[in-house]
């Protein structure tokens, strides 16, 4: 019974995540499934969950909060590049697992209101586990429903 409210409360709620709520795919380090939700038009918080591919193959969690600057480049004069940055957490797990802090720097191609196009740099300091700097750089799409 409590499964059929829930996704009966998650069914009625859908109408107020209309192009709030991507999903969709990141490849580079990590690689994996990406998903991104709008708190307003320069807010946001994204996650993903995803392979690391560096010296291991490890599961790797992700969040940030995200400021965006809309069309703060241009590419060829014409296609409009928005640039975000923000701060999140970041979990590897190992043999022994990894957390850190992620500062994401990236840009966004938003070709239509259904869908963007993104590029991501994200140093990562880690303070549990193996300490140190990490680097991650990837690409991804995602869909807005």
Same mark, same amino acid.
């Given at each position: 019974?409590? /499964? @059929? /409210? /829930?996704?009966?409360?998650?069914?009625?709620?859908?109408?107020?995540? %209309?192009?709030?709520?991507?999903?969709?795919?990141? =490849?580079?380090?990590?690689?994996?499934?990406?998903?991104?939700?709008?708190? $307003?038009?320069?807010?946001?918080? $994204?996650?993903?969950?995803?392979?690391?591919?560096?010296?291991?193959?490890?599961?790797?969690?992700?969040? *940030?909060?995200?400021?965006?600057?809309?069309?703060?480049?241009?590419?060829? *004069? /014409?296609?409009?590049?928005?640039?975000?940055?923000? @701060?999140?957490?970041?979990?590897?797990?190992? *043999?022994?697992?990894? =957390?850190?802090?992620?500062?994401?720097?990236?840009?966004?191609?938003?070709?239509?209101?259904?869908? *963007?196009?993104?590029?991501? =740099? %994200?140093? @990562? =300091? $880690?303070? @549990?586990?193996?300490?140190?700097?990490?680097?991650?750089?990837?690409?991804? %799409?995602?869909?807005?429903?």
């Amino acid at each position: 019974m409590r /499964i @059929i /409210i /829930i996704l009966s409360l998650i069914t009625l709620s859908l109408p107020t995540w %209309a192009n709030k709520l991507g999903l969709g795919v990141s =490849v580079g380090n990590p690689t994996g499934l990406n998903g991104k939700y709008w708190m $307003d038009s320069s807010h946001a918080v $994204d996650g993903g969950f995803a392979m690391s591919l560096g010296r291991s193959t490890n599961l790797s969690l992700h969040s *940030d909060y995200l400021f965006h600057r809309p069309e703060s480049f241009y590419l060829n *004069d /014409i296609y409009a590049l928005d640039l975000h940055y923000g @701060i999140g957490g970041r979990m590897e797990f190992s *043999d022994s697992p990894e =957390v850190g802090v992620r500062l994401p720097v990236g840009l966004v191609y938003n070709p239509n209101s259904q869908s *963007d196009l993104f590029g991501e =740099v %994200a140093p @990562i =300091v $880690d303070f @549990i586990g193996r300490t140190g700097l990490e680097l991650h750089l990837l690409f991804g %799409a995602r869909y807005y429903f």
